[in-house]
């Protein structure tokens, strides 16, 4: 559903390594599973292709481990609370940088 629009449940997994099957609904849910990757990516409402993910890491346990350790990995380097800090004061320095170079455009024309 649209109402697990970024999936904090798929970073829950993520935080302790393992592979994620998820579905895409045009929400952040891809951008925290990528597929083949950190998981296995079904299309919504389609249960044979929901079984078919759930066999296939079920029949490939090294495959379901390097999709637990790469998405663990992925974890690590974005979604921490540190990186996540990380970035958005890096966000807040380029706003204020951005405002302030069109500050000093404005004062220089005028």
């Known amino acids: ?6 999936g904090i449940s798929l970073l829950e997994g993520a935080m302790f390594g393992k592979p994620m099957i998820s579905s895409e609904i045009g929400t952040g849910t891809t951008y925290i599973n990528l597929a083949d990757q950190t ?3 079904v299309p919504p409402n389609d249960p044979a292709a929901l079984r078919n993910a ?3 890491l079920w029949n490939h ?3 379901a481990e ?5 998405a663990y990995e992925r974890y690590q380097t974005l979604f921490t609370s540190e990186q996540m800090a990380r970035g958005y004061v890096g966000l807040y320095q380029r706003v204020l940088e951005d ?3 069109r500050k000093m455009q404005l ?4």
């Open 1 to 6: 559903l649209r109402s697990e629009a970024f």
């Open 39 to 41: 998981g296995l990516v």
């Open 54 to 56: 759930m066999q296939y």
């Open 61 to 63: 346990p090294q495959r």
């Open 66 to 70: 390097e999709m637990g350790r790469r």
């Open 99 to 101: 405002a302030a170079g």
């Open 107 to 110: 004062s220089s024309v005028s």
